[in-house]
């Protein structure tokens, strides 16, 4: 299936039905008076969150989406019946924004999550809704109310725990396919991924979902390389796992291009805790391993790691360190939902 993370759509909820005009007429019975009906209500457009989907690729084919309008009323005081609504399914972690690409309306980040994005419009009231003490035999009825169209943009940003950054070629994608039964593109030429990929791990009997991004490259922020489009697919990572080259001339400079490049992008991805590795070690003696590894570890000031992806060394302790990170985070939600579990227990309803 082709990735696609970004979709433009347009979204039009139905119009009311038209009310109706309509008198009582039956034998025997004389002035029988106003009896017309009310218009139906628009159908609404509903956006929701599935899990199984992983993709905005559907919207690439269907961009055009309309509630069912509202019918009409009918005499004998019969109401229109309601358009039928629309619900959109987008994957988890959509967000959801206003033409302008900025104003977020909506972020779907939970499975089942369904959020109104276009109300029908109301239907228009019959004249037996304007009968009164001096308007006996009232002749109009109200048309229908007009529902709401937009244009909106889909933005996909994959729910990982841990994203997977640095260079292109330092192998990311050999390490998500050691790790999970992910089987990303692996080649010896820089930008083999061209999209992200997501695999699971299982660590201390929990999910552990990886995310691998395309590779940056220096000046990634003015759009060198592939640019930094992929950057917001990491946004929502609890830590970071940061492969390096350890065959690459510099690794220092290997270390701060990539660091510079979050930083631009969003300061607060330069915030987030991160796992420094140096891959590929298998293919160097030891000697200029950790000749590497020490100007390494003085210029980022935190613990580096060997490993060799592809002979499947080393890769059990990154696995085990970037863990940390990730289990307390976890602990923090829960502690915020067990906080708020009790803070809806301890309400108390006073009677009106």
Same mark, same amino acid.
């Given at each position: 299936?082709?990735?696609?993370?970004?979709?433009? =759509?347009?979204?039009?909820?139905? *119009?009311?039905?038209?009310?109706? +005009?309509? %008198? @009582?007429?039956?034998?025997?019975?004389?002035?029988?008076?106003?009896?017309?009906?009310?218009?139906?209500?628009?159908?609404?457009?509903?956006?929701?969150?599935?899990?199984?989907?992983?993709?905005?690729?559907?919207? @690439?084919?269907?961009?055009?989406?309309?509630?069912?309008?509202? %019918?009409?009323?009918?005499?004998?005081? $019969?109401?229109?019946?309601?358009?039928? *609504?629309?619900?959109?399914?987008?994957?988890?972690?959509?967000?959801?924004?206003?033409?302008?690409?900025?104003?977020?309306?909506?972020?779907?980040?939970?499975?089942?999550?369904?959020?109104?994005?276009?109300?029908?419009?109301?239907?228009?009231?019959?004249?037996?809704?304007? $009968?009164?003490?001096?308007?006996?035999?009232?002749?109009?009825?109200?048309?229908?109310?007009?529902?709401?169209?937009?244009? +909106?943009?889909?933005?996909?940003?994959?729910?990982?725990?841990?994203?997977?950054?640095?260079?292109?070629n330092a192998g990311k994608s050999t390490f998500l396919?050691?790790?999970?039964?992910?089987?990303?593109?692996?080649?010896?030429?820089?930008?083999?991924?061209?999209?992200?990929?997501?695999?699971?791990?299982?660590? *201390?009997?929990?999910? &552990? #979902?990886?995310?691998?991004?395309?590779?940056?490259?220096?000046?990634?922020?003015?759009? =060198?390389?592939?640019?930094?489009?992929?950057?917001?697919?990491?946004?929502?990572?609890?830590?970071?796992?940061?492969? =390096?080259?350890?065959?690459?001339?510099? +690794? #220092?400079?290997?270390?701060?291009?990539? @660091?510079?490049?979050?930083?631009?992008?969003?300061?607060?991805?330069?915030?987030?805790?991160?796992?420094?590795?140096?891959?590929?070690?298998?293919?160097?003696?030891?000697?200029?391993?950790?000749?590497?590894?020490?100007?390494?570890?003085?210029?980022?000031?935190?613990?580096?790691?060997? &490993?060799?992806?592809?002979?499947?060394?080393? =890769?059990?302790?990154?696995?085990?360190?970037?863990?940390?990170?990730?289990?307390?985070?976890?602990?923090?939600?829960?502690?915020?939902?067990?906080?708020?579990?009790?803070?809806?227990?301890?309400?108390?309803?006073?009677?009106v």
């Open positions: 299936m082709k990735f696609l993370d970004q979709a433009k =759509i347009y979204i039009q909820s139905g *119009d009311g039905g038209a009310g109706c +005009v309509s %008198f @009582r007429r039956e034998k025997y019975i004389e002035f029988g008076g106003p009896n017309g009906g009310d218009g139906g209500k628009g159908g609404s457009v509903y956006f929701e969150a599935v899990p199984n989907l992983n993709t905005l690729i559907d919207f @690439r084919y269907h961009q055009h989406f309309k509630a069912q309008k509202g %019918f009409p009323g009918q005499g004998s005081d $019969k109401s229109g019946k309601k358009g039928e *609504d629309i619900v959109i399914k987008v994957p988890v972690g959509t967000e959801i924004l206003a033409e302008d690409q900025e104003t977020l309306i909506a972020d779907m980040i939970e499975p089942g999550q369904k959020f109104m994005i276009a109300k029908g419009g109301d239907g228009g009231r019959g004249n037996a809704q304007f $009968k009164s003490a001096t308007n006996q035999a009232p002749r109009y009825a109200e048309p229908g109310w007009p529902g709401q169209e937009m244009w +909106v943009w889909l933005r996909l940003k994959v729910i990982a725990d841990v994203g997977l950054i640095g260079m292109p396919s050691v790790v999970t039964k992910a089987r990303p593109k692996i080649a010896d030429y820089p930008f083999t991924t061209l999209h992200p990929n997501l695999g699971v791990a299982w660590v *201390d009997n929990y999910e &552990m #979902v990886i995310a691998d991004i395309p590779g940056l490259i220096e000046g990634a922020h003015e759009g =060198i390389g592939l640019g930094d489009r992929f950057l917001k697919h990491v946004e929502r990572c609890s830590a970071f796992l940061h492969l =390096i080259d350890v065959t690459s001339d510099d +690794v #220092v400079k290997s270390y701060k291009s990539i @660091r510079k490049e979050l930083e631009l992008y969003n300061k607060d991805l330069s915030q987030k805790p991160e796992v420094v590795v140096l891959n590929k070690c298998d293919a160097l003696d030891i000697k200029e391993v950790d000749k590497k590894k020490e100007k390494l570890q003085k210029a980022c000031g935190k613990k580096v790691f060997e &490993m060799s992806a592809i002979a499947k060394k080393g =890769i059990f302790d990154c696995i085990l360190e970037v863990n940390k990170y990730i289990t307390r985070e976890r602990k923090k939600k829960e502690d915020q939902e067990e906080v708020l579990l009790k803070k809806e227990e301890n309400k108390t309803w006073s009677p």
